[in-house]
């Protein structure tokens, strides 16, 4: 698992940025809902890497 993810990195980050950007774009009323968990994701991604 590690390793596929790894190797598929730059991707799966590419793909969240699009998502992110489609979903404040698109649904921008969703936006304030999905930011109470940006600061928690933000922790958990800075304490894996």
């Known amino acids: 698992?590690?390793?596929?993810?790894e190797r598929y990195q730059s991707w799966i980050?590419?793909?969240s940025i699009l998502g992110g950007l489609a979903i404040g774009l698109g649904q921008p009323d969703m936006?304030?809902?999905?930011?109470?968990?940006?600061?928690?994701?933000?922790?958990?991604?800075?304490?894996?890497t």
């Open 1 to 5: 698992m590690r390793g596929c993810v």
């Open 13 to 15: 980050y590419l793909i």
């Open 31 to 48: 936006t304030s809902r999905l930011e109470a968990f940006l600061w928690p994701l933000f922790g958990s991604l800075l304490y894996a």
